[in-house]
């Protein structure tokens, strides 16, 4: 256990909490960022992910598009890991106040996080892009190549792709929720996606906590920087639950 990191817990009263891939590989959830999967989409796919899953792919070469996406961004069998489970228990302890991620996955939401703001969307969360009728992810997965809705119209995943603007609802409440923090732990994210690296600009608490495998650009800025999954980071809050 970190002992300066429970220190810092034990005294916050507000925390919020921001969040990337390295969060759900822990749950088995591969990041597609990552070499291994920018080679493995230029290899099978002839260019990187960021191509792939971007608003003029997902126009211009839909079927592709969904047979990438369909394989590497769905994973309805993943699970909560301890890190999950350690930020909803801070929750329901009155001590985090948001949750703020870059993962579309839904784990937090099955740990048990009430306050999930989702930068980036959701794969549980498809809409007809002609009548706007929303659909489960089930029916992407059963889908043979392009998922239609009965009217005929594509149905697209509620996710911000590249190229589209977050929903700004979503970043007005993230911005708000990092400005009232007294403390803030950024973790599994190497801060090198914006906007949503740039939202560390807005906090203006006490205790800035950086947990990364690898170094951010950011380390210098943090009270404490912590290098090792961030399951193991938080495990310690778990000691006292059922969750262990």
């Known amino acids: 256990m970190n002992e300066r990191l429970k220190s810092i817990l034990d005294k ?14 822990e749950s ?34 839909p079927e592709l598009f969904f047979d990438y ?17 350690a930020l909803a228990k801070l929750e329901q302890d009155g001590k985090l106040s948001a949750v703020i991620t870059q993962n579309i996955d839904n784990l937090h939401q099955l740990a048990g996080s009430k306050n999930v703001l989702e930068l980036h969307g959701s794969v549980y969360r498809n809409y007809c892009t002609r009548c706007r009728k929303f659909y489960p992810v089930d029916k992407i997965l059963s ?13 697209k995943p509620d996710v911000v792709l590249y ?10 409440n993230s911005v708000r929720a990092i400005r009232s923090a007294d ?6 994210t190497s801060l090198a996606v914006y906007p949503a690296a740039g939202l560390i600009d807005y906090f203006r ?22 290098h090792e999954k961030i399951g193991d980071a938080l495990s310690f809050i778990l000691e006292s639950g059922s969750d262990d």
């Open 12 to 25: 916050s009263k507000r925390i919020a909490f921001l969040g990337g891939a390295g969060i759900s590989t």
């Open 28 to 61: 088995g959830i591969p990041d597609f960022r990552s070499s291994d999967g920018i080679y493995k989409a230029q290899k099978a796919y002839g260019v990187p992910p960021e191509v792939l899953l971007s608003h003029d792919f997902f126009e211009n070469y």
């Open 69 to 85: 996406y369909k394989k590497n961004l769905i994973y309805p069998d993943a699970k909560p890991n301890r890190a999950h489970k």
């Open 143 to 155: 889908a043979d190549g392009i998922p239609y809705c009965d009217c005929g119209g594509i149905i």
């Open 163 to 172: 190229g589209e603007g977050l929903d700004e609802q979503v970043l007005s």
């Open 183 to 188: 403390t803030m732990i950024v973790g599994g």
């Open 205 to 226: 608490g006490d205790e800035l906590i950086l947990i990364n495998l690898s170094v951010t650009p950011r380390d210098r800025e943090a009270t404490l920087c912590i």
